[in-house]
Every structure is written in structure tokens, then in C-alpha cells.
């Protein structure tokens, strides 16, 4: 499985980005795909995740209410639509797929395959 990561870049707080990731290579069937993000300097944290099959998604505290995860299926591609961006989101954000397709983890150790990762800078 490859997951291509996109659509990161520098944006004033306030502004708004989208990101994609895009997954390919073996058939996929039920999974559950997820955002993390690293900050310079500080450990791999949880932001969203979604479920494949009936969409129903978790997110972590720092961004409910701010960031929205969503799939297209036929496009086998989740995005994550960040508004209300903080100098605070700044950071490289990596999506990765969970091929157990049950509970949506927070934890990065249960998922198996990752992103290269898209880098956020939000501009005070």
C-alpha cells in the first residue's frame, strides 16, 4: 500500500487548507485511515481518523471544531479540511492506514502503512 500526502503549505491563522492523501496498491476493502502530525521538536500526535465503511471519525481535542476528515471511496483518498488554522497547527502532517478496519485508534503504533508527510506553517 502507498499513501501520497498533499495539499500542505504556508497559510495566515485564520486561513484555511485542505489536505489529501491518496491511497494505492493492493485492493482495499475495509480500513480506517487517519492524520497525525509532528510539530518541530515534539513526538507524533493524533489529529483525525475515519472509518472507511460508514464514515464515522474521531478527533483529537486541539482541532474539534476546526478540522473536518472526510473520504471519497471511489478515490480511494481522505482529506482533511483545516479552518481556523493557529500558528500551533504548524507542523508536518502524515496520513496513515489502519488495514483493521475497526476500531479508529489514536495511538500511530495501530496503524501499518504512512504518508510521507506534508508540511502546515501557519503564519502569525
Not at 36 to 53: H, L, N, Q, S, T
Not at 101 to 107: F, I, M
Request: hydrophobic content about 35%; some cysteine.
Amino acid at each position: 500500500v502507498q499513501l501520497q500526502a498533499s495539499g500542505g503549505g504556508l497559510v495566515q491563522a485564520g486561513g484555511s487548507l485542505r489536505l489529501s492523501c491518496a491511497a494505492s496498491g493492493r485492493a482495499l476493502s475495509s480500513y480506517n485511515m487517519g492524520w497525525f502530525r509532528a510539530a518541530p521538536g515534539k513526538e507524533r500526535e493524533f489529529v483525525a481518523a475515519i472509518r472507511w465503511i460508514g464514515g464515522s471519525t474521531k478527533y483529537s481535542d486541539s482541532v474539534k471544531g476546526r478540522f473536518t476528515i472526510s473520504r471519497d471511496n471511489a478515490k480511494n483518498t481522505v482529506y482533511l479540511q483545516m479552518n481556523s488554522l493557529i500558528p500551533e497547527d504548524t507542523a508536518v502532517y502524515y496520513c496513515a492506514l489502519d488495514m483493521s478496519g475497526r476500531v479508529l485508534h489514536s495511538n500511530p503504533d495501530m496503524y501499518q502503512y504512512w504518508g510521507q508527510g506534508t508540511l502546515v506553517t501557519v503564519s502569525s
